[in-house]
Structures are given as structure tokens and as C-alpha cells.
């Protein structure tokens, strides 16, 4: 009998693991996070609401699209539109594009363009000095006016542990820093460092001029699973 329910439990075990798919991201149909957005100074900038609109599994993993709203500091909002965050064999995998500005983007959804490149990648377990996969993403645009961006994420390493205090609650988190080349309309590059915390996601990043001062920062402000 005990064999059975450690049989029992066991495989219960592993149906959750297989339906969670990674650990640093549970999400559902609603799930919804609030990023409020700082200068270097503390001011509050605006907020970034995520809400998952949209939540199918499959037998590996899970494929969701969440709906993208912002705030401004006078708390008026604008939807900005959707991404998807797709998790396959314990991976979780940031469509790159999600990191084009905005307004670029906005101003280039008439004309043809073509994208190429790999996402980001978040794997289920993380430990500290480990070294994670770089990723890259080319857009170019066709046309009269031809153009290409790119966008390249490199030497990502998790750097170490911390326990975060949030409004959103209190985390313990993996840190992650990498490095951010961007060739849009203007050349940029700059360092980021990123707390990732089982089941929410990320709960802060802090971004880094080529001169390591703080630029600006985020944080999880709000979080209903």
C-alpha cells in the first residue's frame, strides 16, 4: 500500500510538472501583472498591465497571448496592443520584438517587413553562475525606404539570489544580467539585470547606460493569478 500512494504521488508529481511547463511562469486564461515603471531617481514614469487573454496547453507545454496596456503618470490608458509567451519542454520562449520601442514599431505596422532571428529563452531551473542561451532578432523593412534593425541580447548569466519586497508580496528571485545592443533608428547599447521569482515571472529589472548608471527601473506593483 505505502508503494502505491509513493507510486500515486509520484505521478501526480509529474502531471503537474507537465502542466505547469516551467516553474517561473503559471499562468491561466486572466492571469495579470502591473509593472510600474521608475527613473533612476524613484519617480513613478507610468504602468505596464499584462492580462492573458487568450491560454491553450498542449502536450508539451502552453502557448499564451497576453493583452499590453499602459498607464501615464496622469493614469490615462492606451492599449498598445498583445505578444505571446510560449513555454515548450520546460522552456519559456519572449517574442524579441517585444523589445523594438513601441512607437517604432506603431509607425512601421503598414509597410512589408521580414523578421528573422531567435527569442529569449527561460529555462525551468536556474542557478547561480549559469550561463543561458544569447538570442537576437533582425527586422527588415521593404520598400522606397528600406531599413533594418536588429537587436541583439548577449552574455546573459544569472548572477545570484534575493529575496524582493513588493507591493505585490515578497519574492524570492534569480538574477539575471545581460547586455543589449539595439540598431534602430539610433545605435544603443546598455546593460539590464532582471529578477525572475517561481510562478509570477518577473518582479523587477533595472536598466544600465554603457556607463553602468541606473537608467530606469521596473517593478511587479500588482499580480492575480
Known amino acids: ?4 500512494l ?15 511547463c516551467n516553474q517561473y511562469y503559471h499562468v491561466k486564461n486572466g492571469t495579470s501583472w502591473t509593472i510600474s515603471n521608475y527613473n ?3 519617480k513613478l514614469q507610468g504602468k505596464t498591465i499584462q492580462k492573458i487573454t487568450a491560454y491553450t496547453e498542449s502536450s508539451n507545454g502552453f502557448e499564451a497571448t497576453f493583452e499590453i496596456t499602459a498607464v501615464d503618470k496622469k493614469g490615462e490608458q492606451t492599449t ?3 505578444s505571446t509567451l510560449i513555454c515548450q519542454d520546460g522552456v519559456i520562449y519572449f517574442d524579441m520584438k517585444d523589445l523594438f520601442p513601441e512607437e517604432q514599431m506603431q509607425a512601421m505596422q503598414d509597410f512589408d517587413m521580414s523578421v528573422e532571428g531567435t527569442n529569449l529563452e527561460l529555462p525551468a531551473n536556474l542557478k547561480t553562475g549559469q550561463e543561458l542561451k544569447d538570442a ?3 527586422m527588415n523593412i521593404s520598400g522606397p525606404m528600406a531599413m533594418a534593425f536588429k537587436i541583439d541580447v548577449t552574455e546573459r ?18 538574477k539575471i544580467s545581460q547586455n543589449i545592443q539595439m540598431k534602430t533608428i539610433i545605435k544603443m547599447e546598455m546593460r539590464s539585470i532582471e529578477w525572475y521569482s517561481k510562478e509570477v515571472g518577473m518582479v523587477k529589472s533595472e536598466s544600465y547606460n554603457k556607463k553602468n548608471k541606473l537608467v530606469s527601473y521596473s517593478l511587479l506593483t500588482a ?3
Open 1 to 4: 500500500m505505502k508503494k502505491y
Open 6 to 20: 509513493l507510486l500515486a504521488a509520484s505521478i501526480l508529481f509529474s502531471l503537474a510538472l507537465s502542466a505547469q
Open 40 to 42: 533612476a531617481k524613484g
Open 80 to 82: 498598445l496592443g498583445s
Open 136 to 138: 537576437n532578432i533582425i
Open 157 to 174: 548569466k544569472v548572477i545570484g539570489e534575493e529575496t524582493l519586497n513588493t507591493p505585490a508580496g515578497s519574492f524570492e528571485c534569480f
Open 223 to 225: 499580480y492575480n493569478y
